[in-house]
C-alpha cells in the first residue's frame, strides 16, 4: 500500500508541473486556459505515417490533418480539400484544396505536399503502405489540384483519405516529426518529455473555426486508479475510467460520465503458424472455452457486446454470429481429444502492460481455459515491445488486444487475407476471393452479403476468439463540454470548450 501511495503521489506532483497550470475550474470556480487529458501509454513518435499504434494517433489527430475527415457520426467531409470528384469509371479521385492552408512552420501548403505525403505513405518503410497500394498515380495538376489513379475499382475509395495516417506533412520537416511533428492541425507541437507529457498550444493561422481552448496538456499516467485519482483533485479534466469507477463518479455532480461503443473488436488472436494453432479444432476448443458474458461482466463492468466475429456490433455491415461456436466447455475439452490433446495442452498467452482491460481479460481467459485443460502461461510485457515482438514480428502464440475499425469493412477485414502480414491473418486463405469481390462491388445490399459470408467464415475458422466491442468510458469535470468520439482512432480537442 506504502508504494501505491508513493506512486500516486509521484504522478500528481508531475501532474502539477503540467504548464504551471491551476486545478480545474470546477474545483476553483475559474474557467481554466489549459485542457488536461490523462492517456495510458506513451506513443512510438509522433510520425502519424510511422507507426500503427492509436496511442499516437490520440494526439496527432489534433495536430495533422488529412484530405477528407470523418464526423463522429461517420459522415466524410473535406477538411484540406475544398471539394472532390471521383471519375465516371470510379478509377480516379481528383481533390480541389482548400485555399490558403498554412503549416505551423509558417508555410502554405500545395498539392507537392499532399503528392510528397502519400508517397512516403507508400514508401516501402510505412506500416500502412499495403493500404494504398491500389494507388497507381499521383499527379500534380496545378497548386491546388491532384489526381490520384487506381489500378482497380475501389468504390470506398474516398474513405482511404480520412484515416489519422492519411495526413498531410512538409516535406522539410520529414526528417525531425517523429518528436518534432508539423501539422496543418487546429494544434501545434510545444514539447513531448517522454514518460511524462506532451504540451500542445493553439494554432492562431489554422484555416478553419480556431480551437476554443488555448493549450492540451496531454499527462501520462499510467495506470486507471491514478487516472481517477487526478480527476477526483482535479489535475486532469478529461480520462478514460473503468466500468467500476462509473457510478462513483455519476454520484458526485462535480464530474460527469460519456460511454459509447468503440468501433473495435476485443479479441483473443491465435496465430496460426503455431503448430497446435494451426488445428481447427484447437481454435474452435479455445472459441468454445471462453465465457464472453463472464468477460464483459467482470472486465467491463458489462459495458460491451459480445461478438463472434471481427466487426464491431456498431458498424453498419455487423452480422450477429455468436451462435456459430457457443460458449460449451464440453464441447471444448471433446474438440481438445479429438486434436491430439486430451492430455493437455500448454500455450504462452502475451499481455500488454498498459491496457488493464487486455490484462484482466487475459487472465480470466487463462482461468477458463485452464478448465479444459489449456494451460496458458502469461506473459505480460510493456507495450513499445509488444508493437515489435507481436505487432510487428509476430512472435506469438496467442495476445489479447483491442483492434481499431476502419470506416469501410473490407479494410477492416482485409488483414484476413492469406498474404496480409498482419499479427493476425487467415493464412488459409477462404477470405480472399470475397474480399477483391466487395471492392469492386456497387450494390451496397450486394457488398453486405458479401461481408456476411465473410464474418461467418471468421466465426468458424477463427483466427482469433472474438470477444467483445468494447465501451469507451470518459470521466470529466462538470464544466467541459463538446468533447465527441469519432469512429476511427482520433479525439480532437478543438471543439471542447469550458462552461462559464
Known amino acids: 500500500m506504502r508504494n501505491k501511495l508513493v506512486a500516486l503521489l509521484l504522478v500528481l506532483m508531475m501532474l502539477g508541473t503540467v504548464a504551471g497550470c491551476a ?49 463522429p457520426d461517420w459522415q466524410i467531409t473535406p477538411r484540406l480539400a475544398e471539394s472532390y470528384t471521383l471519375s465516371p469509371d470510379g478509377l480516379e479521385i481528383t481533390f480541389k484544396l482548400k485555399q490558403g492552408v498554412k503549416f505551423h512552420n509558417g508555410r502554405e501548403m500545395t498539392a507537392q505536399d499532399v503528392k510528397y505525403s502519400f508517397e512516403r505513405l507508400k514508401g516501402e518503410n510505412s506500416p500502412k503502405a499495403g493500404d494504398y497500394k491500389n494507388i497507381t498515380g499521383i499527379e500534380v495538376v496545378d497548386d491546388s489540384t491532384i489526381k490520384f489513379t487506381t489500378a482497380s475499382l ?27 511533428p508539423v501539422g496543418t492541425g487546429a494544434y501545434k507541437f510545444v514539447e513531448w518529455i517522454p514518460q511524462q507529457q506532451v504540451m500542445l498550444t493553439r494554432f492562431d493561422d489554422y484555416h478553419g473555426q480556431k480551437a476554443k481552448i488555448k493549450d492540451v496538456g496531454l499527462v501520462l499516467i499510467p495506470d486507471a486508479t491514478s487516472q481517477l485519482a487526478a480527476l477526483q483533485v482535479g489535475d486532469v479534466h478529461i480520462t478514460e475510467v473503468q466500468g467500476n469507477q462509473i457510478e462513483l463518479l455519476k454520484e458526485d455532480p462535480k ?8 468501433n473495435a473488436t476485443q479479441l483473443l488472436a491465435l496465430n496460426m503458424e503455431n503448430k497446435a494453432l494451426s488445428d481447427i479444432r484447437v481454435r474452435q476448443a479455445i472459441a468454445k472455452a471462453i465465457n464472453k458474458d463472464d468477460i464483459i461482466d467482470t472486465v467491463a463492468w458489462g459495458y460491451g457486446d459480445k461478438v463472434g466475429s471481427h466487426l464491431p456490433v456498431n458498424y453498419p455491415d455487423y452480422v450477429d454470429t455468436n451462435d456459430v461456436m457457443p460458449y460449451d466447455p464440453e464441447g471444448a475439452k471433446q474438440l481438445l481429444a479429438d486434436a491430439g490433446y486430451g492430455d493437455g495442452l500448454t500455450l504462452k498467452l502475451t499481455l500488454p502492460k498498459s491496457y488493464q482491460i487486455h490484462v484482466d481479460s487475459g487472465q480470466i481467459i487463462a482461468d477458463q481455459l485452464s478448465k479444459v485443460g489449456i494451460t496458458a502461461n502469461i506473459e505480460i510485457i510493456e507495450w513499445g515491445q509488444w508493437l515489435s515482438d507481436v505487432y510487428s514480428a509476430k512472435q506469438y502464440e496467442m495476445t489479447v488486444v483491442a483492434l481499431s475499425g476502419r470506416l469501410d469493412s473490407r479494410y477492416f477485414l482485409k488483414r484476413y487475407r492469406s498474404d496480409s502480414k498482419d499479427f493476425v491473418s487467415l493464412i488459409t486463405g477462404e477470405v480472399d476471393q470475397l474480399l477483391d469481390q466487395a471492392g469492386k462491388e456497387t450494390d451496397p445490399a450486394q457488398r453486405q452479403e458479401i461481408f456476411k459470408q465473410v464474418q461467418l467464415i471468421l466465426a468458424e475458422k477463427l483466427p482469433a476468439a472474438y470477444i467483445q466491442t468494447p465501451h469507451k468510458l470518459f470521466g470529466m469535470a462538470g464544466n467541459v463540454e463538446g468533447f465527441r468520439i469519432y469512429p476511427i482512432d482520433i479525439y480532437e480537442y478543438k471543439d471542447v470548450s469550458f462552461k462559464k
Open 23 to 71: 486545478k480545474t475550474g470546477t474545483q476553483t470556480g475559474t474557467v481554466p486556459d489549459v485542457l488536461k487529458v490523462a492517456y495510458l501509454a506513451d506513443p512510438q513518435g509522433l510520425d502519424p505515417q510511422q507507426t500503427a499504434a492509436v496511442a499516437t494517433f490520440n494526439i496527432t489527430g489534433n495536430i495533422f490533418e488529412g484530405l477528407l475527415a470523418v464526423t
Open 154 to 180: 475501389d468504390v470506398e475509395l474516398a474513405k482511404a483519405f480520412c484515416y489519422p495516417w492519411a495526413v498531410i506533412v512538409p516535406a522539410e520537416a520529414d526528417a525531425n516529426l517523429k518528436t518534432d
Open 255 to 262: 464530474f460527469q460520465v460519456y460511454t459509447e461503443a468503440m
